[in-house]
């Protein structure tokens, strides 16, 4: 029935990049459930308003932060993939190196999300979580297969958990003990690790199959129906327009949520009908809780 409209990350100007940077800084030292979206506009020196007029709740902030992340991540990979001068074998190493880095800088926040995510965020934070990790092990994956070949196809996902180990363990001596570790020595020996796992084929069966990965990884879904949450949020918000006291409004905020509903059960809704269908619901403030929730997955 629906078809979800996406978007890639929000062209961002000068301040909401402050208000990104001051979350991030928040949530990491006081975690995602202790930082108020009035504590935050105090660090930025702004009023409440001027957030809420960038971003809708808390938890878009929260799902803006993440997706930069995705987009960054895409980022570094896609530059180094471009570099031509550069051996695949060099490639492997810039990659792993740049993404120590990544962790070692911003740890506390990634430790944040990894402790709060499943107990304490809604579903669609935790389907942001997990495609994240989805793609460190899909860009892993692919890496590996681009420096060893197709010869180690067959045990590839092993071969990703290996890696996601070395990487693993360097990362808490480097973010967590604090020790003073050369990130360039640390990617080459991770490197010389999978050289040499590598090369001699593998005489057992694969432990990580295909099937199995496509069970675990996001594109699976893991349990997270996402037509279900849409439709479950248009019911919940439809509700709530029934509560209303009856008038003008109230007919108006109808008519805006069938047209929303009928635009989204065909083949290809157009997104700026649907983007301006939750602007207007939006404003109503009994509605606007459930509305951004269901902005955030359909846009």
């Not at 960054?72 to 180094?80: A, G, H, L, T």
């Not at 490639?91 to 740890?107: A, D, G, P, R, S």
């Not at 509903?261 to 997104?271: A, C, F």
Request: with cysteine; proline share 2%.
């Amino acid at each position: 029935m629906v078809s979800p409209i996406r978007k890639g990350l929000m062209k961002m100007n000068e301040k909401q990049e402050e208000i990104l940077r001051v979350s991030k800084k928040l949530f990491s030292q006081k975690g995602y459930m202790s930082v108020s979206m009035q504590s935050i506009a105090d660090a930025c020196k702004i009023s409440k308003a001027s957030i809420y007029k960038l971003f809708d709740s808390k938890e878009a902030l929260l799902l803006e932060l993440i997706k930069y992340n995705q987009c960054k991540m895409r980022e570094i990979s896609q530059i180094i993939h471009s570099e031509t001068t550069l051996s695949k074998k060099e490639k492997f190493t810039k990659k792993i190196k740049l993404e120590l880095e990544e962790f070692k800088e911003n740890h506390k926040f990634l430790n944040m999300l990894s402790f709060e995510a499943f107990s304490q965020h809604s579903p669609i934070v935790i389907k942001h979580l997990r495609e994240t990790r989805s793609i460190i092990m899909q860009r892993h994956r692919d890496i590996i297969l681009s420096t060893y070949g197709e010869s180690v196809a067959p045990y590839v996902w092993d071969l990703v958990i290996v890696l996601n180990g070395l990487m693993r363990e360097f990362i808490l001596m480097l973010a967590i003990e604090h020790k003073n570790i050369k990130l360039e020595n640390a990617a080459e020996m991770i490197i010389g690790v999978m050289d040499r796992v590598s090369k001699k084929p593998c005489s057992i069966e694969p432990v990580l199959t295909d099937q199995l990965m496509d069970s675990y990884l996001f594109s699976s879904q893991d349990g997270y129906d996402e037509e279900k949450v849409v439709i479950s949020y248009l019911t919940k918000i439809k509700q709530e327009l029934q509560a209303l006291s009856n008038g003008e409004e109230k007919d108006n905020l109808l008519s805006a949520y069938e047209l929303l509903n009928q635009e989204l059960s065909k083949d290809e809704p157009r997104t700026f009908l649907v983007s301006s269908l939750l602007d207007y619901l939006g404003k109503n403030s009994v509605l606007s809780q459930n509305v951004s929730q269901l902005k955030s997955i359909i846009l």
